[in-house]
């Protein structure tokens, strides 16, 4: 069973950063490709980052491409999204997910089988 736990959001103020972590207690982290995506109040879950089992491949939503980096450390079965350059939009309450099937859009939720309890960033201007 995958269990994933979402760590590093809080308060921030424009122009700074952050950087999440997504920790699975779970079976092995690099079996699964991962993902971030977030949901501000009154919103749809949207599409942020998501990075490949091996690490090889990463994509981005354009809202975030050059500020936000999505990594992993398979070694410690950790994800992480550092975000930078941090604007008021980006507040939100950010989820990792994670999944095995392959050959499914990165950026649709409906690929993921597991989800993460979530983290909220806010950012103040």
């Known amino acids: 069973q995958v269990q994933l736990v979402e760590s590093g959001g809080g308060l921030v103020q424009v122009g700074g950063s952050l950087r999440l972590a997504c920790a699975n207690s779970?079976?092995?982290?690099?079996?699964?490709?991962m993902g971030w995506f977030r949901q501000a109040p009154g919103k749809e879950r949207e599409f942020v980052a998501a990075i490949t089992w091996s690490g090889g491949g990463t994509f981005y939503a354009d809202s975030v491409k050059g500020r936000f980096t999505i990594s992993r450390d398979n070694a410690k079965n950790t994800g992480y999204l550092q975000m930078n350059s941090l604007k008021p939009e980006d507040t939100a309450v950010y989820y990792c997910?994670?999944?095995?099937?392959?050959?499914?859009?990165?950026?649709?939720?409906?690929?993921?089988?597991?989800w993460g309890q979530g983290t909220q960033v806010t950012v103040s201007s």
């Open positions: 997910a994670a999944r095995v099937r392959v050959g499914v859009r990165p950026s649709s939720a409906q690929s993921y089988d597991y």
């Open positions: 779970g079976r092995t982290f690099s079996s699964y490709a």
